[in-house]
């Protein structure tokens, strides 16, 4: 065993937990035929499952966001008025001295 440690974990204990890719043989065979150092990214990026999955990203991040600026007009007009009451309540007690 290796005594070098990342994150808390023994490079034993890693390699265990690193994902395992089962590709079909089909698969295996087309990915054997590409030539060296051909990239795959670019066929990747148009399969329909990513399409897909942008689409559905974008839609939950749009929404997401719209939620976050809701909640931030919340606190921002909460802050004006309580910071307006402050400071009346401020000069009131400042006049009666």
């Known amino acids: 065993m290796s005594g070098s440690r990342l994150f808390g974990m023994s ?3 890693r390699a265990c937990h690193e994902p395992t890719i089962i590709m079909p043989d089909s698969e ?3 990915a054997s035929e590409q030539a ?3 990239d795959s990214s670019e066929e990747a990026a148009d ?3 990513w399409a897909l999955y942008v689409l559905e990203a974008e839609k939950y991040d ?3 966001v719209e939620s976050w600026k809701s909640d ?3 606190i921002l007009i909460f802050a004006g008025l309580f910071s307006a009451s402050q400071q009346l309540l401020f000069i009131s007690k400042s006049a009666q001295r």
């Open 36 to 38: 060296p150092g051909a």
């Open 11 to 13: 490079q034993v204990t």
């Open 62 to 64: 749009k929404s997401l």
């Open 47 to 49: 399969s329909p499952m």
């Open 28 to 30: 295996k065979s087309r």
């Open 72 to 74: 931030m007009e919340g």
